[in-house]
């Protein structure tokens, strides 16, 4: 079951994207990152994607994080995807608790929660 969590930040997209790569569970997750600016430097957008295996639903769940200020703040969007089991894809909260284990080392930086499941 996909669950959708989006953030504004006090912090720039590339300085998140380090402090969660710098921490070492997380670190054993990250199956992906990519960093971008713009000519003027001002624009930054962060892509990280993180894999972990469930044991309760018996099968692994993604997460995609996306930082960027494209808009002037920094947004933070996380995307949790196949963490479900069976033909009703029930999730049994792994989704959300994958969304936490992000959130949780940038609480002190999040200004508002714009969307959370």
Do not use: W
């Not at 309760?56 to 949790?80: P, Y």
């Amino acid at each position: 079951m996909k669950k959708y969590s989006e953030f504004k930040l006090k912090i720039t997209p590339f300085d998140a994207a380090v402090l969660l790569t710098e921490i070492e569970e997380l670190k054993d997750l990250l199956v992906f990152q990519d960093y971008k600016l713009t000519e003027g430097q001002d624009k930054q957008i962060s892509i990280l994607i993180f894999e972990k295996f469930y044991f309760r639903t018996t099968s692994f769940a993604s997460l995609t994080v996306v930082f960027d200020n494209f808009e002037g703040e920094t947004v933070m969007k996380c995307i949790s995807a196949g963490n479900g089991d069976g033909l009703f894809n029930f999730g049994l909260g792994s989704g959300k608790n994958f969304i936490k284990s992000i959130r949780s080392p940038l609480e002190d930086y999040i200004v508002e929660v714009v969307h959370e499941d």
